[in-house]
């Protein structure tokens, strides 16, 4: 199976989600100082400190979302099955990315500080975003082409 440049963009994009997913997902396990280490919001670290649903099942809500960017990627290209609202979704999955990785600009120039956990994860989110908007354009060019 070969696969051009935009496909391989969308692929990685895909294994990055999944690959978030993942860590999220070990944050459960790894208690109150993961979600601390990943600037959860507050309530989802109280929640894993005082043992309450919140954060598991919050973070379970998170990680299936990403891991549904990943059953979307893949399906674009091939890898699985097709799956309904690929296109929608792979327009929705690229802005909002995109979206999350602009998030750090404002740090980079605010005097509070720099954050370089939220650099380097809105840039891993920017890339995402770019893949996905790729994808998207390729996804939607196979289809018109009738591929």
Same mark, same amino acid.
């Given at each position: 199976m070969s696969f051009n440049v935009k496909s391989k963009l969308l692929i990685?994009?895909?294994?990055?989600?999944?690959?978030a997913a993942i860590w999220h997902l070990l944050c459960i396990w790894g208690g109150p100082s993961w979600f601390a280490f990943a600037r959860a919001p507050?309530?989802?670290?109280?929640?894993?400190q005082q043992g309450t649903l919140l954060a598991p099942v919050g973070t379970v809500i998170v990680a299936g979302l990403m891991f549904a960017? *990943?059953?979307?990627a893949f399906s674009a290209v091939g890898l699985i099955r097709k799956v309904p609202l690929v296109k929608p979704a792979l327009i929705t999955?690229?802005?909002?990315? *995109?979206?999350?990785?602009?998030?750090?600009?404002?740090t980079f120039v605010t005097a509070a500080g720099v954050d370089i956990w939220q650099i380097v994860a809105s840039t891993v989110w920017l890339f995402v975003g770019v893949c996905f908007i790729a994808g998207s354009?390729?996804?939607? *060019?196979a289809?018109?082409?009738?591929?």
């Open positions: 990685s994009g895909g294994v990055i989600a999944s690959a507050k309530q989802l670290i109280d929640s894993a960017c *990943t059953v979307f999955i690229a802005l909002l990315c *995109t979206v999350r990785g602009l998030i750090a600009i404002p354009i390729e996804h939607n *060019t289809l018109k082409s009738g591929i």
